[in-house]
T-cell receptor, first 116, second 115 residues
């Protein structure tokens, strides 16, 4: 049962344009969401996060939008740069309390390619 | 900048052999995670430590996998015997405290190939 889904395996964008990466989730207990970026031969690195009490969080060129009713979040990158080419993972966690903090459920990832 | 260290980076082994992976988290990080990432999928949590204690190993195949963090610092993940389906990237991550909003810092991973 895939609780976090990234339905687009890949996305190709021209430099300077907007990149929009999408993520859907099914578990209504999820209330904290993160995006990680992964370059080849490296581990994932944290990019941006959002709590369910918000519907938008912005950090420089990166903005994450959360639509709780649709159980959908998206990552916008504006403007896109060739260095943004990487695999992007959406992740979610649930407030199960106690020692369940920190457990992340990841999506399958989307390969973003930004062309010069 | 402090990083999570993992070794080896690559491991090729034959089915039924034993393998072990090592992780050294960022100094001072109390929480340590082991993830498995199969090609084309996202990382999946195998085990989570708080200091030297296991707080979640519900997804760890305990018949063949074991993990320890004896002194609450570095950690070892072992597979015995390895099976073909164990071929994957094994990622270690750490975070300062057991708090969900803390960023998890990942190491470069160990790529395991089982022949």
């Amino acid at each position: 049962d895939q609780q976090v889904k990234q339905n687009s395996p890949s996305l190709s964008v021209q430099e300077g344009r907007i990149s929009i990466l999408n993520c859907d989730y099914t578990n209504s207990m999820f209330d904290y969401f993160l995006w990680y970026k992964k370059y080849p031969a490296e581990g994932p690195t944290f990019l941006i996060s959002i709590s369910s009490i918000k519907d938008k969080n912005e950090d420089g060129r990166f903005t994450v939008f959360l639509n709780k009713s649709a159980k959908h979040l998206s990552l916008h990158i504006v403007p896109s740069q060739p260095g943004d080419s990487a695999v992007y993972f959406c992740a979610a966690s649930a407030d199960a309390g106690g020692t369940s903090y920190g457990k992340l459920t990841f999506g399958q990832g989307t390969i973003l390619t930004v062309h010069p | 900048e402090a990083e999570v260290a993992q070794s080896p980076r690559y491991k090729i082994t034959e089915k039924s052999q034993a393998v072990a992976f090592w992780c050294d988290p960022i100094s001072g990080h109390a929480t340590l995670y082991w993830y498995r990432q199969i090609l084309g999928q996202g990382p999946e949590l195998l085990v989570q430590f708080q200091d030297e204690s296991v707080v979640d190993d519900s997804q760890l195949p305990k018949d063949r996998f074991s993990a320890e963090r004896l002194k609450g610092v570095d950690s070892t993940l072992k597979i015995q015997p390895a099976e073909l389906g164990d071929s994957a990237m094994y990622l270690c991550a750490s975070s300062p405290i057991l708090e969900r909003s803390d960023t998890q810092y990942f190491g470069p991973g160990t790529r395991l190939t089982v022949l």
